[in-house]
């Protein structure tokens, strides 16, 4: 890979760095990205970057090149098998980046007739998702949520809602019964967090397992069971292989599409008095602070010239969506009206299948949170808020909140639909050890 003359930081720009590639982690990048974005921007479209140490890539930061990528799966592959610095041994071991990056034999890693066929059977199956069941849902896990926390008005926003939220609406979605859905909570939990990650993948992929084989044998009104009936026939492996992307991709962004919004909102006092409140404040995250910052790895098929770059076949190149989101070019159009534009979800073959539900399941889990509370506030100085470190994903570590204290929350909005009661049951009826996971606390709740 070509690579341009570093451009000098501006003074006092925390993008200061060595050896020509600017790093994407740490607690620099993770307080101020934008400042990162800005700079990264003196290169031209694309700019060299390390995702970790020792591991380097080429980020696109301009829209229109991002758009011009994401829509060329000629020329860009997604089959991480192509990783020429992986395959040369060039990744430390160690790296956190490995797994995240490393081929999978799913959607997201696959290109041409292989990613339609697993694609559609993703799309198909989360389009069968009914709406109105899916707000029920939310609605219900967001008023579980906020019993745990309402009586003693003050609440971590993050960790006892956002991040939970999406957890216990996925395995309602997917069909969990309680030990499996302990297991998923504590699989995903344990993957992001970074606490035994090993055993947590492993747990995860367990319990994914077991979901498969108790689908076959006994379907059900769910997203598992609608995959698996697809007429694209995936084999067992390729089922645990798309749920498990499924889980993993839609959670973690999910967690911080509702954490962001929610700390916009309480800092953003311009939000207050408009009646769009949350659709316009999910928009305006989309755009400035994305869940996801940096992903859409691809490939180059081949050696070729690139907005100005000359790239070998099987270089990383990603894209940040938050520095196309925010380049001063783009202001103009936003403003004529263009609002959904955004990257966010990406774009292309591979752009989220899911973004639809996810801004459904956002919109309830904020709207439910600020009826019940209705005066939620920052409870300590923004400025002492922190963020995740790493490349990829743009989330807060907590959300500290207060608000006066309520004492109603005590029910489910809806009856628990019959299904959820028979697992819960089901799962008592065995004879299994007793239910101390969250989800079974949750599936108590709501059926006792
Ligand atoms: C219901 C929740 C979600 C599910 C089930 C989900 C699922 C997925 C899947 C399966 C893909 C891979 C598609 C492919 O390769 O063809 C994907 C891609 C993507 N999703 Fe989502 N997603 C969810 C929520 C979100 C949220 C909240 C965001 C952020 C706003 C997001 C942003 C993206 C982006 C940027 C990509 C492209 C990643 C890449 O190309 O590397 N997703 N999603």
Redesign the pocket.
Known sequence: MERPTAPVPPPGCPAHHTGGRVPLYGPEFAADPQAYYSYLRHYGPTAPVELSPGVEATLVTDYATALQLLQDSVSFR?DARRWRDFNEGRVPADSPIGPVLAYRP???FSDGAE?LRL?QA?TDS?ARVDSRKLSQSTEQVSDYLIAQFGARGSADLLGDYAKQL?LFV?NELFGCPADIGDRVVYGITGMFDGVNAERAVEVLFGAVGELVALKRAKPGDDVTSWLMQHQAALTDEEMVHQLA??LV??NE??R??IGNTLHRLLTHDAYANQGGLIDEAIDDT?WEN???QN???HYPASDMDFAGQKLQAGDLVLVS?AAANTGPALTAARKAGSNRAH????AG???????D??RQ??VTAIENLLNKLPDVELAVPEDSLTWRPGPFNRGLVALPARFTPVQTVRRPAAPAPAETAARSENAQQAGRKPERGMWSQFLNWLTR
């Open positions: 997604k799913n959607c997201m990613h694609r993703v989360m999406p996925f992307l499924l991709a839609g962004p999910l911080n599409l989309l994305p869940p996801m992903l859409a790895p969506f990257l966010a979800w990406s073959p591979h752009a989220c299948p899911s973004k539900p996810a399941i956002t």
